[in-house]
């Protein structure tokens, strides 16, 4: 896990307990949004991956009374582009990435200046010119497995492994952070549960995993014991 946290982000201490857990969940969850929005500056950015290619539209709503002049579309856009290859990364996307960019009449040197920023020099990276109609193209190398392929089955579930995953990290969380338990306890579907049980007996004496038909696959119960 070390080496590859050093691979993907030279220098940086990693981080371990309850922050790197948490972390990872939110990492997660972020993974599998379609979009966000950023308050600050107005971005509305939407990412979809299709058949053909990633799309990326990049649009500016700002909040009421604020500019949408050429400095607020042009911090939009360096904003959207960061923020675009950094959620590509983090979904282990790649191949053609189209970006709709806010506005049109760009400064098309500088546009290309902030994506190669954002997303690298790196000679397998192509930059297509910036198009009349705001549109930049960007190519690039495939390397991981997509994420939502790793975690979901072809029925686009959640594979039952990593939601036992899910209990145990769930239960490791709460057993890090709440030491005045003498004993928690997860309840989870059987199947779940199956998958789960050694990797809780690893968690100690004060972990406890109990089965249950009735709960959904997916859902689960963290308490005390």
Known sequence: MRETLASLAPGAEP???PPAIRAGIE???EAASSGARFPDTGLDLMIERTRALVAV???LAPAPGASIGAK????ANRQGLTEAARLLRLKRWAGLVAIDLVGTGHDGPAILTAARR???DDPAIGYGPVSRFGLL????????TPLEEVFNGPDGRRKVEHRAQDV???LRL?????TGSARLRATCAPDEAAIAAPLVARLGPRAELRADAAIAPGAFLIEEG
């Open 15 to 17: 981080v371990t307990g």
């Open 27 to 29: 990492a997660e969850e």
């Open 57 to 59: 539209d990049l649009d």
């Open 72 to 75: 607020a579309r042009e911090r």
């Open 118 to 120: 954002a997303f690298g």
């Open 137 to 144: 193209q960007v190519s690039l190398p495939w390397g991981r």
């Open 168 to 170: 145990v990290r769930a």
């Open 174 to 178: 709460a057993l890090l952070s709440e």
